[in-house]
């Protein structure tokens, strides 16, 4: 019987939002199911109590939303196998924790901090791994249950001290790790709360997960979860583990070096579509060598199987390049929306209408907006050169717009042609300074459309103002 698709996400609430390697493995996951008729489910992993931070939940899941990245279930979305938060699952790590116990596959461990302190210490002085030295492995079974009724503990996991550990992965195929190199890894904490790595199996069991695709940095950590699934009885999952999105220096992608909250992106006015096309670059090509499709096209196309071992770094220059490449695409009544939602509606849609055919080609991202066209909403209060030598100029060249009867970007640029002529001012110098003086900069779209847009009253005491 073939096992129905369901995948997951499952994003730690310890940081401001959500990741863009988690969008990242989102994404992938999403295509996936939704190729194969299958679930989208996200779970939330904030078992560590430590690093949480208060609201980040909800910023995860709104950018989740951002992106259209519709998740079948979840904490705020009914669903069969909940809870989907990890600290409201605790019950049952504690019970599968204690069977391994049982089992002789997992035990208590009693070490002190300042123990294992000093055991890592002796490790790194000799230049050997540290790992856990298993001093309290072989302690009797009855004596460390009795001893867990008074004392601290953790439960730990016991790993082979030989042979291999071995697992197929999608991308990479056989996977193999010696099993005393893979440390014995806590499973549950003193304060009853799971590691990630036995929550991350039992989680994946209870939830039906046919699909683990994560990033590739998890792979070392993935010897522990064979054991684990072995040790319950469980059948495994598919495993894949895709290339980590990296800096254009090939280190690990990082906000030292890079953006890497969804709430920036967002804030800068790149859209969500253009950022999942980016993304979907990172590991997957599109047949053809096509660079600019939509996601219900990249399901029709995707095949697992064809994920890339390496993937390209993150280039903002080529995000903003495929940003660009959607904006140009959109049609202006919904670009003009789409500013205008960025901007809060703190600018009139009239005029953010009327501006759009003159900067659709010059910006690469919402944010770009403002700076290029606030001069269509208030008047320069700075000059980027000095103007005041032009100042006659500009009253000769006020009075001429003001006999212009149709108020159009032609007419104004051969009113404004014939003040050139009369005044033998170098055509150049002479609309470079008139920019200046209507727009406050050097770089501004057209001059004589954006003055057609502002209307002779403005674009006249413009110039008489300098």
Not at 294 to 323: Q, R
């Amino acid at each position: 019987m073939i096992k129905p698709v369901r995948v997951r996400i499952a994003p730690s609430p310890t940081g401001e939002d959500l990741h863009i390697g988690n969008v990242y493995t989102a994404l992938l996951n999403y295509v996936y199911a939704k190729k194969n008729n299958g679930i989208f489910i996200v779970r939330i992993e904030d078992t560590d109590r430590t690093r949480y931070v208060q609201g980040s939940e909800a910023r995860i899941l709104n950018s989740l939303k951002w992106f259209d990245l519709d998740y079948d279930e979840g904490p705020d979305t009914e669903g069969k196998y909940g809870p989907y938060r990890q600290s409201e699952r605790l019950n049952f790590y504690k019970k599968y924790a204690e069977e391994l116990v049982g089992k002789g596959k997992a035990y208590y461990c009693f070490c002190t901090s300042a123990r294992l302190e000093e055991m890592r210490k002796g490790q790194i002085a000799r230049k050997e791994p540290t790992l856990y030295d298993g001093f309290c492995k072989n302690i009797n079974s009855k004596e460390a249950k009795k001893r867990s009724l008074n004392e601290k503990y953790v439960i730990r996991l016991n790993v082979p001290d030989s042979g291999t550990t071995q697992f197929e992965d999608v991308i990479r195929g056989k996977v193999t790790f010696e099993n005393k190199l893979i440390d014995d890894q806590v499973l549950l904490k003193s304060d009853g709360y799971p590691t990630y790595h036995l929550a991350v199996v039992v989680d994946d069991y209870l939830m039906g997960i046919s699909h683990v695709i994560r990033a590739e940095d998890w792979i070392s950590s993935t010897p522990k979860h064979i054991l684990l699934y072995h040790y319950l009885g469980w059948e495994l999952p598919v495993f894949c583990h895709v290339p980590l999105i990296r800096n254009p220096d090939h280190s690990k992608l990082s906000k030292r070096k890079n953006p890497v909250w969804a709430s920036w992106y967002k804030d800068q006015g790149f859209l969500p579509e253009a950022i999942l096309n980016y993304l979907a670059q990172m590991g997957w090509s599109y047949p053809g060598d096509i660079e600019i499709y939509t996601i219900e096209e990249m399901i029709k196309k995707f095949d697992i199987a064809h994920l890339k071992a390496v993937g390209p770094s993150f280039d903002l220059k080529k995000l903003e390049w495929v940003n660009g490449e959607y904006i140009r695409k959109t049609e202006n009544p919904k670009l003009k929306d789409q500013i205008s939602n960025y901007l809060d509606h703190n600018y009139p849609e009239e005029i953010i209408g009327k501006t759009i055919p003159l900067v659709k080609e010059r910006i690469k991202k919402f944010s770009d907006y403002l700076p290029l066209s606030s001069f269509f909403f208030e008047k320069p209060t700075a000059y980027e050169i000095d103007i005041k030598a032009w100042k006659d100029i500009f009253a000769k060249t006020s009075e001429k717009l003001k006999s212009v009867k149709k108020w159009d970007a032609v007419s104004i640029g051969e009113a404004m042609q014939q003040v050139v002529n009369e005044t033998g001012k170098k055509s150049s110098d002479y609309f470079m300074a008139v920019r200046i003086a209507v727009t406050g900069r050097k770089v501004s779209p057209p001059l004589n459309e954006s003055m057609e847009i502002l209307g002779k009253e403005e674009s006249t005491e413009r110039l008489k103002l300098v």
